[in-house]
């Protein structure tokens, strides 16, 4: 994983119970992915059954376990952020052994220039199979208006699975606290400073193992708020100053540019 080498990117992996799952992704990456990395472990609770499966399994020595600052899969992904030191840090499902291979084509256009880079389920090559009606009207909706009307550069606006640079997660001010909602948000922010965004095709299958944690309905809100700030770069004129930054660019506390 670190091939005695710099590593170049942090691989955030929030968990809950997926102890059935976590070792065909962990030797998927592992086998995949020659860009030198970090795997972060956030979890929950200390009984959560994906630790002891990594454990006992002995295979990955290096692998950092972190536990959740704050409430929930958004809290444990804001946490892995917190820890990670990496210029890249990419958010991968617990679930997912299928897509270790374009971890690589991410990072490289990371490497000319991009601060988000989304793995996409919705341009070509990219696949989303077996979700239950409601999620994919739910996703594949907002995605496609948020592309085609508000012209956010990227097919796949809501899917968590995505790199961001170090710039994007320490001076981009976070505001999100629910869920997966970190992703819009972060990407919409980063549209209206014009910072530039890219993306590679993406497999999705349902999960077949464990009990997926996105709550349609209960983070509806949440990502209402950050589709429409979409909206509001494009037809309201919000420019960069209207930013809400962190002020970690800079020597001060806080800012709005």
């Known amino acids: 994983m670190e091939n005695n080498g710099e590593i170049l990117l942090d691989i955030i992996i929030p968990v809950y119970n997926e102890g ?15 860009t030198p990395f970090r795997l972060h472990i956030c979890y929950d609770y200390e009984n959560d059954n994906t630790l002891p499966v990594i454990r006992d399994c002995k295979r990955y020595p290096d692998i950092s376990f972190v536990k959740n600052r704050g409430k929930g899969v958004h ?13 890249a840090v990419l958010v991968f499902p617990a679930d997912d052994d299928y897509n270790a291979a374009i971890v690589d084509k991410m990072y ?5 220039g991009c601060d988000i880079v989304a793995a996409s389920r919705f341009m070509k090559g990219g696949s989303m199979e077996g979700c239950p009606w409601i999620k994919s009207v739910f996703v594949r909706s907002a995605s496609f208006t948020l592309n085609k009307f508000a012209f956010i550069p990227i097919k796949d606006a809501s899917n968590g699975f995505r790199l961001f640079s170090r710039r994007a997660i320490k ?9 997966f909602t970190y992703s819009i948000e972060l990407l919409v922010k980063c549209h209206r400073l014009g910072w530039k965004i890219g993306e590679v095709p993406a497999k999705w299958y349902e999960r077949t193992q464990g009990k997926s944690r996105f709550k349609v309905f209960g983070w509806l809100p949440y990502y209402l708020k ?18 809400k930054m962190t002020g970690a660019g800079d020597k001060s506390e806080a800012r709005t540019l």
């Not at 809290?75 to 210029?87: C, K, N, Y």
């Not at 490289?108 to 000319?112: D, P, W, Y």
């Not at 950050?226 to 930013?243: D, H, I, Q, R």
């Open 171 to 179: 001076e981009v001010l976070l505001e999100s606290s629910e869920g």
């Open 108 to 112: 490289a256009l990371f490497g000319e």
């Open 75 to 87: 809290g444990a992904i804001v946490t892995g952020f917190e820890v990670s030191r990496a210029p």
């Open 226 to 243: 950050w589709y429409f700030y979409g909206f509001k770069t494009t037809y309201l004129k919000k420019y960069a100053c209207k930013v």
């Open 20 to 34: 059935r799952n976590i070792l065909r992704t962990l030797d998927s990456l592992c086998l995949h992915v020659k």
